[in-house]
């Protein structure tokens, strides 16, 4: 670089040009992190002699204040001028609910300019999955209460019309959350088009009952990107406890992908997975389980 490329076309170096630099000739959007937390817990099973049916959950605040306020939304808030993303995360999941010392890896951005009444506000999601038992959930903040749901997801309608240069393909999605006399319902409606070499998503809140926000276009998001990475990482482990059973950790990817699997074939898919141990659960009605546990794999093979 020769001196003279180290000044401007006004002639200021860089340090003159920040000294004069008017941050406020630009609006700035104000920015918040949400975090979707998922967890798999055993249903109220009534026959001791079948393994407990389990359910994908997620953890959701009743907010305390407005806008939305008695409405339920994922854990988040305001990012601090002096934080990172990250360390925002972790600090607005700890103070609103109680959690702490998680995995957590970022989901997406949601930048839609009416996606929040008070003012521009750009979201950055991080999703992670926990075993449940080993969290002490407990509201705290702006957060009135704080609790899993049972998730569930599902297709309604599906269309697919098919164009000169390729195609528009739309989803109708319906997402519902139960705790107990709590339901809250969405429908999100995805549209994916493809023309010529160019493939734009859009994704929209066609109605929502009890969900604050836009958050459950995040949540049916979220459930979309976990069942991709269930199927090439080892990201279901973070639900299971340190020593499980085949048959729960079968149960486990059924649940997060919503079909049934095959025993021998899961069993081949995970071998590299897991460690066989000398220990068995045992439980009434059941013979004893050998139990496993996860084999991490090193990222540098």
């Known amino acids: 670089m020769t001196e003279r490329s180290k000044y401007n076309p006004n002639g200021l170096t860089e340090e003159q040009f920040l000294a004069a630099y008017d941050a406020t000739q630009y609006e700035r959007p ?18 001791y002699r079948k393994l407990p049916e389990k359910t994908l959950q997620l953890l959701l605040i009743q907010r305390g204040e407005h806008p939305f306020i008695g409405q339920w939304a994922l854990p988040g808030g305001f990012v601090g001028m002096d934080e990172s993303l990250e360390e925002a ?24 300019v009416a996606r929040d009444p008070r003012m521009r506000v750009i979201s950055c999601a991080y999703m992670a999955l926990v075993d449940h038992d080993s969290l002490e959930v407990q ?29 528009t393909w ?25 023309k010529g070499k160019t493939i ?16 459950a276009k995040i ?28 048959g729960e950790l079968q149960q486990v990817y059924e649940i997060i992908l919503g ?20 220990e068995y659960r045992k439980a009434a009605g059941h013979r004893p389980s050998k ?6 794999r090193s990222r540098f093979i």
């Open 259 to 278: 079909k049934e699997l095959l025993a021998a074939a899961f069993r081949r898919k995970i071998a590299d997975l897991v460690d066989e141990t000398n």
């Open 139 to 167: 509201a705290g903040d702006d957060a009135a209460d704080a609790r899993w749901f049972e998730l569930d997801y599902s297709v309604a309608q599906e269309t697919r019309t098919n164009q000169p240069e390729g195609y």
């Open 170 to 194: 739309e989803q109708d999605i319906d997402v519902t959350l139960k705790h107990g006399d709590i339901r809250l319902s969405s429908k999100v409606k995805v549209t994916e088009i493809l």
């Open 30 to 47: 104000s920015v918040t992190v949400d975090m979707l937390l998922f967890t798999v817990m055993d249903q109220l099973q009534h026959n």
């Open 89 to 112: 995360a972790r600090r607005e999941l700890k103070t609103e609910t109680n959690v702490d010392q998680i995995y957590m890896e970022q989901l997406y951005t949601w930048g839609d």
């Open 291 to 296: 139990l496993y546990r996860f084999k991490p």
């Open 219 to 246: 949540i049916a998001y979220g459930i979309e990107r976990l069942r991709s990475k269930i199927e090439y990482t080892d990201i279901a482990f973070h639900l299971m406890p340190s020593l499980f059973t085949l």
């Open 200 to 215: 734009e998503i859009k994704r929209e809140v066609l109605e929502s009952q009890g969900i604050a926000f836009d958050h």
